[in-house]
């Protein structure tokens, strides 16, 4: 990579070549904000100097631990000189994470609770599982429509009862949602749990689980580390 100084002056190919993007992807940021604005020549075409390049790098940077839309409000904010609310965007995140690794490990704590399932005490209906989670029971209908529960019916009165087993299979489908797992995922866990008889197929889940967190931390890490330098060598 060269090594840029600020007014050298730079094609968008230049930006471009450096992350393998297309010349009107980087165009499409400098249009939408994410970049500050090109200096034109003469002829109209756009020139970018070494603070471009540094804007990308940490709009790039920022993307794997904030995703897309949130790198992109961070770097608007930036070139609007609302330098707090780009840092209170990325405290979001953040804060966004360590929701997220709290959830696992009420995800883990729930699953030492799972096995095994307790003898029948008598069931629970659909409202007041529904309360105790904190759902709606139209949630607990979708999750039976997906397989993630199964509770039998009463055969007097037609209303869905929930024993032991089928609260276990709630409390677990309710907090991998929270997780972000897609139902079609849930309900292949859920059934392995229930052909094994126990919780150790979760064993993979919350591993690769916690792997996508450590990565998406060290993510947000160079992603901070890329705005920082951008902060520090803006003009003025």
């Known amino acids: 990579m060269r090594n840029l100084q600020t007014g050298d002056h730079l094609r968008p190919v230049d930006l471009a070549r450096e992350h393998g993007l297309s010349t009107q992807a980087v165009r499409n940021y400098e249009a939408a904000g994410i970049l500050p604005p090109a200096t034109r020549t003469p002829h109209g075409y756009r020139t970018y100097t070494a603070r471009h390049a540094a804007a990308l790098r940490a709009f790039l940077a920022l993307i794997p631990g904030h995703g897309h839309r949130a790198a992109a409000s961070i770097m608007r904010a930036v070139h609007r000189d609302a330098v707090e609310e780009a840092l209170h965007l990325v405290d979001t995140g953040h804060a966004q994470l360590l929701d997220d690794r709290r959830t696992l490990h009420a995800v883990e704590a729930a699953v030492r609770d799972l096995a095994p399932a307790p003898p029948d005490r008598g069931g629970t209906f659909v409202g007041p599982l529904a309360h105790r989670l904190g759902i709606r029971p139209a949630t607990l209908r979708a999750w039976e429509r997906a397989g993630l529960v199964r509770p039998p019916r009463d055969p007097r009165t ?79």
Request: glycine share 12%; charged share 25%; hydrophobic share 45%.
């Open 158 to 236: 037609g209303y869905r009862v929930y024993g032991a087993a089928d609260v276990r299979d709630a409390r677990l489908a309710h907090q991998l949602r929270r997780g972000g797992y897609p139902l079609e995922r849930i309900a292949v866990v859920i059934a392995q749990v229930r052909s094994a008889g126990g919780v150790e197929p979760l064993e993979t889940v919350l591993r690769d689980w916690r792997a996508r967190l450590s990565a998406r931390g060290r993510s947000m890490l160079a992603g901070a580390a890329a705005l920082h330098a951008y902060l520090d060598d803006r003009p003025g």
